[in-house]
Structure formats: C-alpha cells, structure tokens
C-alpha cells in the first residue's frame, strides 16, 4: 500500500523513491510490526484480563504449571494483526503469494481462534472437536497446494513451471523429486498439504513454555526470509542453483513482519509470561511458516531450521504409539519439553536451551543454501 504512494512521491521528491528497495521495505515490516506489538501488547492483555479470557491448564501437565491457570490467552490476535497490518503496508499488493499467505493466517488462525474460544468457555483443554479442527486445517493446506499449483501452471517457461512443484534436495546440485511427473499436481498438493499441516501442529505443540514456541518462530521466519530473497532474485538464484520464482520476491516481506511481531510479543510472552498465544497463533504462525517452504522449495531445509518444532511433534508421535502398542512410554511426558521439566530442568532452563539448539538449526538450514 505505502509501496504506490512513496512511488507516486518519489516524482517529485527523488528520496521517497528509496522505499522501492525490497531490503529497506523488510527492514521497516520488521520495525512496524515490532512497534504496533510493543504499543498494543499491554492493551490487548488488559483487554483479555477484562474478558477473562484465561488459559485452562491440563491437570495431567507439571504440576509447576498450574500456577499459570488463568493468564490470557489467545495472545495471537495481536501477532497475526501487526503482521497483516505490516504486510499490507509494505508489501506490493499484486503479488499472489502475499496474498495466500494472508489467507493462509486468516483460515489458521480462525480454526485457532474457534479453539480457543471454546476451551476458555468450557474450562476444559481440549477445546474444538478434533474432526472439525482437522477439516477446516485440511481445507487451509489443500487451498495452498491448488493455488501454488494453479499459479505454477500459469508460467510460460515449462522449466520454471517444473521447478515450482519439484522438491528440492539439499546439497545435490542437480537431483529433484519430480512432483510435476504426477498428473494434475496432485503429488505436490498432497506434499504441500502435509508440509503445512505438520508444520501447523509442530508450532501447536512446541507451544507449551514461557516464551518457548514465539522465538524459534521468528529465528525460522528470518531463515525462511532470506531463502525467499536468494530464490526471489535472479542472480543469486543462478549463483547458488536454486529455483528462481519472481513472486518470493514480496516473501520477504511478510517473513519480515512475522520476525517484527514475534518479537514484540516475545516482550510480554518471556517468563513469567503475562500473555499466551495460544492456538489462534500457533497453528497460524506454523502454517505460514509451512507454506513459505513450500513457495521457496526449501522444505527440506526448512525441516533442518525447524527441527526443534520436528522434535516436539515426533516425541508426542512415539509416545501415544508406544503407548497404544506396547503401554509404555518412551518419554516421561511429552511433548519433549515437558519431559525434560519431570526429570529435573527449570522452566527456564528448558526454553534457553532449546533456543540455542534453534539457533544451531537455522544455521545449519542456510548452510545447505552454500553445500549445494
């Protein structure tokens, strides 16, 4: 939206023209989505505190974590606000990608919200049905999946056609999995539905600490960000043999909000946290992540730079299958995290430590950008 007015300025006062630069433009969605948290993060949890919109807590959980029943919830809606707000301010509005990835936010984090709203209304943890959840997060995934196919079959190059649907392997040069082989996309939608979807309930259940969840969001985001640049630009793209899609171009942009806000809410979501974000924000902010892998063909690396959320998700996997096979458990309590706190980690402890390990994994994510 500014991008057209500071371009119509910039007629007559050549300075305004600068805000065309794509890297000055995610710079300031980083700065205005951080600012619109800090400024809006107390109202909006005295607001939530009003509606006692206070978070149930699992009686079968660390007994440590009872103490936080009743913080608000449902934090999200400040996240998901400064970053649509800064996207639109900042972005270029005639980028398709832009705009899936606001829908994307919306449907999430609707399912989310719907969630939430039902566990602060019943007081009880388990909150939307569990089909109905999964139907309207399958709907979300399948949605990204038919539109970047749609959007890929609109290129007039049948190379770079190809190359927005084929999975890309990290450090081999020239090796894909050709996705576009199977007829009518439905192999890259079928991946693009699970890469979202899993991604979507990873952040979910990474979400259980103080702070534990927003940080590795915002650390994977800048990652995501700075694939999004390489594959946006032509030149770097050749440069580091990766797919070149123009519209990841404006990624950045919404990747830039998404670290902006994440930060601000990080001020108010640190321990002891006054506010939680709940599943309005979790499943939402998974879900973009998922789907700016997707755009970018970095899923792989995204695994990589997200592995922590990996983790979080397969320890729950291994310890309900295990359970149901054998009735044992692989983990004291999962999801990892909680595990950890049962054998003697403070809260403190815990989340510190794993931001380091998602600050090694981000890392280790680009690095396969320069290996391959």
Known sequence: MLVWLFGWLGQYYTPFSAVSSLTLRALLAVVTALVFSMMFGGRVIRHLRSLK????????????????TGTPTMGGVLILSAIGISTLLWARLNNPYVWILLVVMVIFGAVGWADDWLKIKYKDPKG?????????????????????????????????TREM???????????MIPFSAVPFGIGFIIFTYFVINGASNAVNLTDGLDGLAIL??????????????????????????VPYISYNSEVII??????????????????????????????ALGAMLGTIAVMTRQEIAFAIMGG???????????????????????????????????????????????????????????MTLKLR
């Open 128 to 160: 939307l049905i569990a089909r109905k959840k999964y139907f309207w997060l399958s709907m979300g995934a399948l949605f990204v999946g038919v539109s970047l196919y749609y959007i890929a079959t609109l290129q007039p190059d049948i190379n770079t």
């Open 254 to 283: 919404v990747c830039g909000s998404m670290v902006g806000a994440g930060l601000g809410f990080l001020w108010f979501n640190a321990h002891p946290a006054q506010v939680f974000m709940g599943d309005v924000g979790a499943l």
């Open 216 to 241: 590795p969001v915002v650390l994977v985001a800048a990652g995501l960000g700075a694939m999004a640049y390489v594959s946006g630009d032509v030149r770097f793209a050749d440069y580091l043999h």
């Open 53 to 68: 919109y206070g978070q149930a807590i699992r009686n079968d959980g660390p007994q440590s974590h009872l103490a936080k």
């Open 165 to 175: 649907q084929d999975l890309l392997l990290p450090v081999f040069k020239d090796w």
């Open 308 to 366: 922590l959320f990996v983790a979080e998700a397969l320890s729950v996997m291994l310890q309900v299958g295990s359970y149901k096979l054998r009735k044992k458990r692989v983990f004291r309590m999962a999801p990892l995290h909680h595990h950890f706190e049962e054998i003697g980690w403070k809260e403190t402890q815990v989340v510190a430590r794993f931001w380091i390990i998602a600050i090694i994994l981000v890392i280790l994510g680009l």
